[in-house]
């Protein structure tokens, strides 16, 4: 892992690469930002086991490349938010009397944006296996 000041027209935290061998760079702004920290560096490590397809320093001349990179993207940030928010202590946090966005983000010292992003990937999931009930494939699901 490495610390260096990253720019662009868009800021960019991390980022993720091979040279031969994984490569982790981090914006060394990052370390006045705990949790902003904490969730940019799982999702980049969330790169590392989802086995990107793309790779973000090819030009993007198509709209294949897009979909590929977007599609690696939403795997790493998956990746990360469950590992940094599993579901059982989610739901246990939630039994405790956790239930708003910010007071989850602050039981697992993440960012609020990061909280949405784990609840929206269950909030999917769920609409994924009732589309599949309703399909009459709860059985094959389940």
Known sequence: MHYCTLGGPEWVN??????????????KR???????????????????FTAPV??????????????AMSAD??????????????DHKLLAAMHCGCLTVHELADHFQVTEWFMHRKLGFIYEQRNRLNQLNFLGYAEEVG
């Open 14 to 27: 991390g980022l993720y690469l091979w040279d031969d061998g994984p490569v982790i760079l981090l914006d």
């Open 54 to 67: 793309s790779n973000l320093l090819v030009v993007h001349t198509s709209y294949n490349r897009e979909i």
């Open 73 to 86: 993207e939403r795997r790493a940030l998956k990746w990360a938010t469950d590992f940094l928010i599993p």
């Open 30 to 48: 990052l370390l006045k930002h705990p949790r902003l920290y904490k969730c940019v560096l799982a999702e980049e490590i969330g790169h590392y």
